[in-house]
């Protein structure tokens, strides 16, 4: 680097002819360095970092490594030098890190799946989860003396949604956290459950694990409030209120499915009110969702009933026939979450009869068996699936429009001069010969300079050996 009295004097001097060579020599400098100045293409008093020298070369990394994701370092590295690129290998690859030059892979890096995309657009969109006991539900729902109640928080726009539920056991509380997250339109990257959805289950390590692969089937990451923490997850005063109101009009006679489209009704109305009517879109905007797979975790429902006297089963607001010689034992009714029937068997384990599901609450006499009865088989649920990686590395040759790029990097080197395959001449073209020319064709001005210089190297190799 020249300071600037260093390019002052250089510049006077060369103005009084002095040549490149005489001026180094005088300020102790390398030829290469003063000539650069002279020229204009460096400024005095400003140090070149070494990824300077690589600007040039940046839209043909970019454009190779977007033809080849795969492409090693190394190879690109190679390309480069033999394009003129003077720098070194690690400056190479910390500004492919910097520049963040190589794309990522679609194929073979799952945070590029569709929801991960959706989600990388939408930041860290949080749900919470709370679980609400109501007293003294309707007899006829068949449910005991309390109700559950599992709401579904957004974090950003506080809206909520709920749905009843008879116990909250495990596979109650995993069927109405899909229902809740359909209502919601899709799910967040990240649940927060209630601690107390852990412990009422029953043992709170097997829930957790199962809780966890829940998780692991929506694709979302699972996060369990401390008791001792601020609890997030719990609902505003208001809504609370507006919960127990709404749960104090339904009468005892107020059949299962009216009583949870009233709490969708009250939903909706505090949407409205909650959201003012010119920010209401943008609010919409900003809680777009990740989508929700095809069916729910299909976790087990398994209760015991009673078979009445007339030989039914009651299960969900509906009553399923057995064998009347049944009448009055104890059968368990099995039910997998996303199966259009149910089984009903033996307390022993033995299989009776399967049933078509009828909608729950809908008073209906199902008799008859027209599914084949097979042993039920408990299986795990799969996640979700991700693109396969793929297995394009190595070596690919450039593309045509990386050979365009290398092309417009060869018709001009860094100092501005041609490019040739001949060493010798390219030494004659950055001299300033015309293009073509050889050593003869030099005018008797550059003749001498060229004279002047190499006497200066003589000069300067002979002080060094003595």
Same mark, same amino acid.
């Given at each position: 680097m020249?300071t ?9 001097l ?5 040549s490149?060579s005489?001026?180094a020599?005088?300020l102790c &400098?390398d @030829?290469?360095?003063? &000539?650069s !100045?002279?020229?204009g293409?460096?400024k005095?008093?400003?140090r070149?970092s070494?990824?300077?020298s690589?600007q040039r070369y940046v839209?043909y ?8 994701v795969h492409?090693?370092a190394r ?9 003129g690129y003077?720098?070194?290998?690690s400056?190479?690859? @910390?500004?492919?890190?910097k520049?963040?030059?190589r794309?990522l892979?679609?194929?073979?890096c799952r945070n ?6 959706? @989600?990388?657009?939408?930041g860290?969109?949080?749900v ?6 109501l007293?003294a539900?309707?007899p006829?729902w068949?449910?005991g003396t309390?109700a559950?109640l ?5 974090s950003?726009s +506080?809206?909520w ?9 495990f596979?109650?509380?995993?069927e109405?956290?899909h229902?809740?997250l359909?209502?919601?339109g899709?799910t967040g +990257? ?13 043992k709170?390590?097997r829930?957790m694990r ?7 089937? !929506?694709d979302?990451?699972l996060?369990i ?10 609902l505003?005063?208001?809504?609370l @209120? ?9 009468s ?5 499915p009216?009583?949870?489209?009233r709490?969708?009704q ?6 409205? &009110? ?10 919409n ?6 989508p929700?797979?095809?069916?729910a975790?299909?976790?087990?429902i398994?209760?015991?009933?009673s078979?009445?006297?007339?030989g039914?089963?009651?299960f969900?607001?509906?009553?399923y026939a ?14 997998r979450?996303?199966? +259009? ?5 033996t307390?022993g ?10 909608p729950?609450g809908?008073r209906?006499?199902?008799t008859?068996?027209r599914?084949?009865i ?6 795990r ?6 693109p396969?990686p ?9 593309s045509p429009a990386a050979?365009a790029?290398?092309?417009r990097?060869?018709?001009k080197d860094?100092?501005?001069t041609q ?6 001449a390219?030494?004659?073209?950055s001299?300033g ?7 003869s ?6 003749e001498r300079e060229r004279?002047d210089?190499r006497?200066g190297?003589r ?8």
């Amino acid at each position: 680097m020249l300071t600037r009295e260093e390019y002052d004097e250089a510049y006077v001097l060369r103005s009084e002819g002095w040549s490149v060579s005489a001026i180094a020599r005088h300020l102790c &400098r390398d @030829r290469k360095t003063v &000539r650069s !100045y002279l020229e204009g293409r460096r400024k005095p008093g400003v140090r070149l970092s070494p990824e300077d020298s690589l600007q040039r070369y940046v839209p043909y990394c970019r454009q190779r490594l977007s033809d080849a994701v795969h492409l090693p370092a190394r190879d690109l590295f190679d390309e480069i030098v033999e394009l003129g690129y003077t720098g070194g290998y690690s400056t190479l690859t @910390r500004a492919l890190r910097k520049h963040r030059l190589r794309p990522l892979c679609p194929l073979c890096c799952r945070n590029l799946s569709v929801a991960a995309q959706t @989600r990388d657009q939408q930041g860290n969109e949080h749900v919470y989860f709370t679980i609400l006991r109501l007293l003294a539900p309707p007899p006829h729902w068949g449910w005991g003396t309390c109700a559950y109640l599992t709401v579904a928080r957004l974090s950003s726009s +506080s809206r909520w949604r709920a749905v009843l539920v008879e116990s909250d056991d495990f596979p109650y509380v995993v069927e109405a956290i899909h229902e809740t997250l359909r209502r919601l339109g899709g799910t967040g +990257s990240a649940w927060s459950l209630d601690p107390s959805m852990a412990a009422g289950a029953g043992k709170a390590d097997r829930v957790m694990r199962d809780f966890v692969r829940v998780a692991d089937y !929506y694709d979302v990451t699972l996060e369990i409030d401390s008791p001792t923490s601020k609890q997030t997850s719990q609902l505003s005063g208001e809504d609370l @209120r507006q919960i127990m109101r709404a749960w104090r009009t339904i009468s005892s006679t107020c059949p299962l499915p009216t009583a949870q489209d009233r709490f969708d009704q009250l939903t909706a109305r505090l949407d409205v &009110r909650r959201t003012p009517m010119p920010s209401r879109r943008e609010a919409n905007e900003q809680t777009r969702l990740l989508p929700l797979p095809d069916s729910a975790y299909p976790a087990q429902i398994r209760v015991m009933r009673s078979v009445t006297p007339r030989g039914l089963v009651p299960f969900r607001g509906n009553t399923y026939a057995v064998p009347s010689d049944l009448a009055g034992t104890t059968v368990e009714v099995r039910w997998r979450i996303g199966e +259009s029937h149910v089984s009903i068997a033996t307390a022993g384990g033995a299989l009776i009869t399967r049933h078509a599901l009828a909608p729950p609450g809908a008073r209906r006499t199902v008799t008859g068996s027209r599914e084949p009865i097979t042993p039920d088989r408990r299986t795990r649920p799969s996640p979700r699936p991700h693109p396969v990686p793929c297995r394009g590395g190595g070596y690919l040759p450039p593309s045509p429009a990386a050979l365009a790029e290398a092309q417009r990097l060869r018709s001009k080197d860094p100092t501005g001069t041609q490019h040739w395959p001949n060493p010798q001449a390219r030494v004659c073209v950055s001299d300033g010969a015309p293009e073509g020319s050889s050593w003869s064709d030099r005018s008797p001005d550059q003749e001498r300079e060229r004279e002047d210089e190499r006497a200066g190297d003589r000069q300067t190799a002979a002080q060094t050996a003595g």
